[in-house]
């Protein structure tokens, strides 16, 4: 496999890469150079800046994809063109028709293509998702992901997070329902096992930045399951490790509820 950004996520995903037996990272490749090179002393493998020029010199299988978002379409294109895999980082594509043409290039291609969907993947959704399934909770009614901060305003200027915020609430990733929403749409179509009908949502900026930090989006599902996401921060109130007041998913059935009280960090 060959590792496109080595960035935060890129370099958690290389550390995952270098301890999953039986894959072998045959090459690193990103844009800035010390990014590169970082990769490349800890992979002890090839770093390239360029992602097309490691795709024809390398033999590989699949890509990996971690990038940032607006270059996740034209990458996985090219990955395509040389018949190669890809494992991609959410959200698939900034644009719903972009995702659509690459799910049809991949299936045309018969190649694997893979959102990294972790939360499928935590212990606690496994267990709501088979509980659910065995109808322990009798018809699923209702899903909610509640999510509040306490974060009173951005990051010193040049600090590490203040560079992660900076690219998350900007054009890239477009704020909150972009970075963090795309995990908990995917859970309520996972544990509902249904597909969305309407969404309803609205957004708000504490913090300046021009795309939400902010958001609350409510959902009608296929068959009739109904979802509530609420995500964002409530201004000066902290209370718990990186204020964090309150994050819990809840599913409610005629004959029960599921609560995961989700703690920080853990």
């Not at 799910?103 to 509980?131: K, S």
């Amino acid at each position: 496999i060959g590792l496109i950004g080595c960035g935060a996520a890129g370099m958690s995903h290389l550390k995952a890469m270098l301890d999953t037996p039986g894959l072998k990272v045959a090459a690193v490749c990103d844009r800035h150079r010390p990014f590169v090179d970082r990769a490349t002393e800890l992979a002890a493998a090839p770093g390239y800046l360029d992602a097309e020029v490691m795709m024809k010199r390398e033999k590989l299988d699949a890509v990996a994809v971690i990038a940032t978002a607006h270059a996740h379409y034209p990458l996985a294109r090219l990955a395509a063109k040389h018949d190669l895999h890809v494992l991609i980082e959410k959200p698939l594509t900034l644009r719903a028709a972009e995702g659509q043409r690459l799910v049809e290039l991949f299936a045309r291609r018969r190649l694997l293509l893979a959102v990294t969907y972790t939360y499928r993947y935590i212990e606690e959704t496994r267990r709501m998702h088979d509980l659910i399934r065995k109808g322990r909770i009798g018809r699923l009614v209702e899903l909610r992901h509640i999510s509040w901060g306490g974060f009173p305003a951005p990051y010193p200027a040049g600090t590490d997070q203040r560079v992660k915020w900076d690219a998350m609430f900007g054009p890239g990733i477009r704020g909150i329902l972009f970075d963090c929403g795309v995990h908990t749409f995917d859970l309520f179509r996972w544990l509902s096992g249904e597909e969305y009908v309407k969404f309803l949502g609205m957004g708000a900026r504490h913090m300046g930045y021009a795309f939400p930090d902010s958001g609350a989006v409510l959902c009608e599902m296929t068959g009739g399951v109904r979802c509530l996401y609420d995500h964002g921060p409530l201004p000066y109130f902290l209370d718990g490790q990186d204020g964090i007041s309150l994050s819990m998913m809840a599913a409610a059935g005629e004959r029960g509820s599921l609560v995961w009280k989700i703690v920080a960090g853990k």
